[in-house]
């Protein structure tokens, strides 16, 4: 493009220009059209595409981009919070203004730094409650019935004892001591036949001399719930408890009687107001406690609106409901005969249940209750009256007398007053299934704040008849531990606890066929668990409680006592002590199992299967032993010659495999010559064989060759000239495998034998009437070689490595 065109569209834009009235003309030379754009390159390059995008858009809405940030430059927040920098000690005012800002700016930091810990703590303490109610509702999750949990056996892996472990300090504390002592007692006097004393009252006994409260409450409970007709073995103790409700009578026995000791606490330690006097009774005691409790609490709401007048000065329904709470209904009647007319239904039926306790209130009686309930009792302003009605006609179940009922027994006790047999059908009842269900499922174990007062939430278990869940619950915690599973123990002595159908099952299971919520507790594992800590340092306390599961089978049928003895014997490895050690005349010293012994528990038959277990591992220098201990000759003598065909050609080493091996045959030998055996001919000849080659190799490795030689021509397992080849190779035929892995070792030593014997004989000078000696030597051990490449040639039996080729060489040699 040339000037003149360019010039032409210069003019050309320009018209366009001045013609259009939208802009207003602006006239600029080309330097400052030039200086122009310039200035607006640099502010680009400077600014960035970003931030003339930010101009822009703020810009077109009538925003100052640039001067906000200077305005934002001199509030930077990182200059502010920046300690001072130091100023001369001359400036006292800028000294002043900067100890002013730094305590200021100490108290922010300080604040901050605070304010974080407090989140930080408080942010933990939230993740550690919300992990607690996870644990629970886990916990409360494993209870499910499951068919795939682990077996209740060990697993097969081998444990490595520590040799200073056994034999040391015992395991057990002296709670678990003072328990242990006391299972071996019992368990003695059952050994020997004796009548079995009440093993609850004799673990309640030692539980006292904890001088723990607790503890002694939770065994008080246990004490009364066990105190009930006996269970027999051919029943499910599950069933009995759900349909003859035994339970309910000795719980509310044992919160009458508690509560009975409370009234006199209370009353001793207010005689001077009590005023206690005239026949001591419940009546006289009940007396003096509500008097001692109206002069005390007057102003309670429990005795505001009180009605029917009084009793010898005390309020009337006061009297009978706490009559009726220290469980003596012959007060009650006293009371409300004393009372007057107006009350004759309730007075008929605390008559029938005084004179009749065992049998069922006349249905027609509770129902007249239950109708004056209704018309008239439910709005009394009397809550013990109330109360009384509800718990002598069971009216109103859903009513929770919280005006009285302040305490978690007061609950318990007009929950079970309240409860009727199953097999009633009205509604307005409360059954066992349903009392169970509310404490177990509905409250739970937060709403009673179980995990910080666990023996109280075991105790409403217990009373309530859930005692598996009660052990369950309680054996959680490290400190009641060990008391959940004597208790436990106790209880199946008595065949109160169910058991699941399957002892794989977890420590707390459903049985489909029983009631809602029952459980069924797994008290071979419980006692397994428990076991577990001491059974290495203490296993003559663990074999006690072992014995406990002598009526129980695993899986395979198998007695569940025996099978734990196994166990502990191949975990322990003491198996002296266990099951004592052979004797030169071939009887068995005793061990501790021998205690024990009876019609279905036998020594020999817990050495036989922890035998096994040695065999499927693979350690079969311990099988032999426990196969001995069995009197399992034919398995001892098979598995030593097993022993020995692996290592019978090797040196002999003190304290080496075969140096045991051979110790043990030996002592086999002595004990098992010219004694009646129980085992095969053939098991007999293989092990002497392997004996002999065991002395053969002993020669050999001491260079007493001539002795080796002997053996092998009394054996004749190899052929030491050609005449004996065939005979050699026959006799290969019918010997063993463990005999057969031997030859190849057996003809190279043999062979090295005579090479070592045609070196010297043949380096030896001799004089020349000696020299048709040296010959015919020289020509034997020719001959033997010969004898020895033929039979490995010849026999049907694949000789490992380069045995042939060895064998081979050598004979080379000595031509």
Request: glycine residues 4%; neutral net charge.
């Amino acid at each position: 493009m040339d000037f003149n065109a360019l010039l032409q569209q210069a003019q050309k834009l320009t018209h366009e220009t001045q013609v259009s009235d939208d802009l207003p003309r602006v006239e600029r030379t080309l330097p400052q059209v030039l200086q122009a754009t310039q200035e607006l390159h640099s502010r680009v390059t400077q600014t960035g595409a970003q931030d003339m995008q930010a101009h822009i858009l703020l810009g077109s809405n009538g925003i100052d981009l640039p001067k906000i940030s200077q305005k934002l430059e001199t509030l930077s927040s990182r200059k502010t919070f920046e300690p001072l920098d130091p100023i001369a000690t001359t400036d006292v005012q800028n000294f002043l203004r900067n100890e002013k800002e730094n305590a200021i700016l100490a108290v922010i930091e300080e604040v901050h730094k605070n304010s974080y810990m407090a989140a930080e703590t408080q942010k933990w303490d939230h993740m550690m409650n919300d992990w607690k109610q996870e644990k629970v509702k886990l916990m409360n999750a494993l209870i499910g019935p499951s068919q795939s949990w682990i077996d209740i056996r060990k697993g097969p892996e081998q444990t490595i004892l520590n040799e200073t472990t056994f034999g040391g300090r015992s395991s057990l504390n002296s709670q678990e001591m003072a328990y242990a002592r006391e299972v071996h007692e019992y368990n003695k006097l059952v050994c020997e036949g004796a009548m079995r004393p009440s093993l609850v009252q004799r673990f309640a006994q030692v539980a006292e001399s904890f001088n723990d409260s607790r503890v002694t409450d939770v065994w008080e409970v246990v004490k009364y719930m066990a105190n009930v007709t006996p269970i027999p073995r051919s029943q499910d103790p599950m069933k009995v408890r759900c349909t003859q409700h035994l339970f309910i009578n000795q719980a509310k026995r044992y919160l009458e009687n508690r509560y009975k000791v409370f009234m006199q606490t209370v009353i001793s330690e207010h005689l001077r107001e009590a005023r206690r006097g005239g026949i001591p009774s419940v009546l006289n005691l009940v007396g003096s406690f509500v008097g001692l409790k109206l002069a005390t609490h007057g102003l309670n709401s429990s005795f505001i609106g009180l009605q029917d007048g009084q009793v010898e000065g005390k309020p009337l329904w006061p009297m009978v409901y706490y009559c009726l709470r220290c469980g003596d209904l012959a007060s009650a009647l006293k009371c409300m005969q004393m009372a007057g007319q107006g009350h004759e239904d309730l007075i008929a039926v605390l008559e029938e249940k005084c004179h009749n306790p065992e049998q069922k209130t006349n249905p027609r009686l509770e129902l007249q209750i239950r109708m004056q309930y209704k018309r008239q009792i439910r709005n009394a302003t009397d809550p013990y009256k109330r109360a009384v009605y509800c718990i002598v006609g069971c009216c109103d179940i859903q009513e929770p007398h919280a005006d009285i009922a302040k305490t978690t027994d007061d609950f318990l006790w007009i929950q079970l007053s309240l409860i009727r047999t199953e097999g009633d059908d009205s509604s307005e009842h409360l059954t066992c299934s349903g009392l169970q269900s509310m404490i177990l499922e509905q409250y739970g174990e937060k709403h009673y704040n179980a995990n910080e007062q666990p023996h109280l939430y075991f105790q409403l278990l217990a009373l309530t008849g859930q005692y598996e869940a009660g052990i369950e619950f309680l054996s959680r915690f490290e400190k009641y531990r060990v008391h959940a599973v004597h208790i436990g123990l106790a209880l199946n002595e008595l065949h109160m606890i169910g058991g699941p159908r399957n002892l794989q099952e977890p420590l707390l299971s459903v049985d489909f066929e029983d009631p809602q919520p029952m459980r069924r507790l797994n008290i071979a594992r419980l006692i397994m668990l428990y076991v577990k800590k001491f059974e290495i340092t203490d296993p003559p306390e663990a074999l006690h409680y072992f014995y406990f599961l002598r009526n129980l089978k695993d899986s395979e049928g198998r007695n569940l006592f025996l099978v734990s003895v196994a166990d502990l014997a191949i975990e322990c490895r003491n198996f002296d002590l266990l099951f004592g050690r052979m004797q030169r005349d071939g009887m068995r010293s005793h061990g501790l199992i021998d205690q024990f012994e009876t019609a279905h528990i036998d020594a020999r038959s817990v050495c036989e299967m922890v035998a096994e277990k040695f065999v499927k591992k693979g350690m079969f220098e311990d099988a032999i032993k426990m196969f001995d201990l069995a009197f399992q000759q034919e398995q001892a003598l098979r598995y030593t010659s097993i022993l020995l065909s692996q290592v019978v050609h090797h040196a002999n080493k003190e304290g080496s495999l075969r140096e045991r091996v051979q110790r043990m045959a030996n002592e086999f030998t002595e004990r098992y010559t010219g004694a009646e055996k129980n085992c095969d001919s053939q098991t007999w000849t293989t092990f002497n064989l392997l004996k002999d080659l065991a002395a053969f190799f002993d020669y050999y490795h001491a260079k007493n060759y001539q002795s080796a030689m002997d053996i092998l021509e009394r054996i004749k397992l190899v052929p030491l000239r050609m005449s004996d080849l065939d005979v050699a190779v026959n006799n290969f035929k019918r010997l063993s495998g463990e005999v057969c892995k031997v030859i190849p070792d057996l003809l190279l030593a043999t062979m090295d034998i005579a090479y070592t014997k045609f070196k010297a004989m043949k380096g030896k000078d001799v004089a020349k009437y000696d020299d048709l000696g040296k010959k015919n030597q020289l020509s034997y051990l020719r001959e033997q070689a010969k004898a020895l490449t033929n039979m490995a040639a010849m026999v049907p039996y694949r000789m490992p490595g380069d045995t042939n080729s060895r064998l081979i060489q050598t004979e080379i040699l000595m031509h």
